[in-house]
């Protein structure tokens, strides 16, 4: 089995991964949930505002942390 290493992995990519992933993951379920409500406005607004936080993540990931 083999061991990924993270030593290179900086602080500040650590912690803005994490930050984006947990949004992205929340606004993702709050859609599906509001779309399991019948309430699809909502979940179409969860959904798209998903879908902005993963393109900032990558935007902002590919922009501060290249190298």
Do not use: C, H
Not at 20 to 25: A, D, Q, R, T, Y
Not at 33 to 45: E, N, S, V
């Amino acid at each position: 089995m083999d061991l990924v290493n993270v030593s290179e992995v900086s602080p500040g990519l650590f912690i803005t991964g994490i930050v984006f992933i947990m949004l992205v993951g929340s606004f993702l379920s709050l859609g599906v949930l509001r779309f399991f409500q019948l309430k699809k406005r909502q979940g179409f607004i969860y959904m798209g505002s998903s879908v902005l936080s993963l393109v900032a993540m990558i935007v902002i990931v590919s922009t501060w942390f290249s190298e």
